[in-house]
């Protein structure tokens, strides 16, 4: 079993409060890992950071004064 695939599976295993961790594990369950990019890892991280991250975002929609 090669690591790639090792990760794959402890990340299974954890229970996903965060939603992007939900859809990456969806989305691994069907792209197999020769059709993954260099970027692939680090883009599903910084969406997860993004969620994890302290604060207030906005949606783009400002309210009318």
Do not use: C, F
Not at 2 to 30: C, Q, S, Y
């Amino acid at each position: 079993m090669t690591d790639g695939i090792r990760d794959i599976l402890d990340r299974l295993r954890a229970p996903a409060d965060n939603v992007v961790t939900r859809a990456r594990r969806m989305v691994e369950a069907h792209v197999p890992e020769e059709r993954r990019g260099p970027g692939w890892d680090r883009h599903w991280r910084e969406l997860e950071a993004y969620l994890d991250l302290p604060g207030q975002w906005s949606s783009g929609d400002k309210e009318k004064e």
